[in-house]
């Protein structure tokens, strides 16, 4: 599967921004889809994660509240909408996922930046 994200950009904090990710091709089957972050200097950590039936959708606590997760399954698009974003949301965020033979997310998209200004 291919996952291609898009959305980023250069907001001011308080902002809204929504990101994009299709996915293409399907040579197994997929249990979940999500979305990860890695600002600068830190570890890549989980945002947040819906299975690919488009529910159970699960969020970091740092964003709970304030991002949403959705999948078009008509599209084959994954969407993250992020509302009252802060500086701290800064980072490339990547979308990937998780076969269901697998435990853990192993096909992930090129990344698209955030950066949220104060």
């Known amino acids: 599967v291919q996952l291609q994200a898009s959305g980023g950009g250069l907001v001011q904090a308080g902002d809204s921004l929504r990101l994009s990710c299709a996915a293409s091709?399907?040579?197994?089957?997929?249990?979940?889809i999500g979305w990860f972050r890695q600002a600068p200097g830190k570890e890549r950590e989980f945002v947040a994660s819906?299975?690919?039936?488009?529910?159970?959708?699960n969020y970091a606590d740092s964003v709970k509240g304030r991002f949403t997760i959705s999948r078009n399954i008509a599209e084959d698009t994954l969407y993250l909408q992020m509302n009252s974003l802060k500086p701290e949301d800064t980072a490339i965020y990547y979308c990937a996922v998780r076969p269901s033979s697998m435990n853990r997310y192993t096909t992930w998209g090129q990344g698209t930046l955030v950066t949220v200004s104060s």
């Open positions: 819906i299975s690919w039936s488009g529910r159970n959708p």
């Open positions: 091709g399907r040579p197994y089957t997929i249990y979940a």
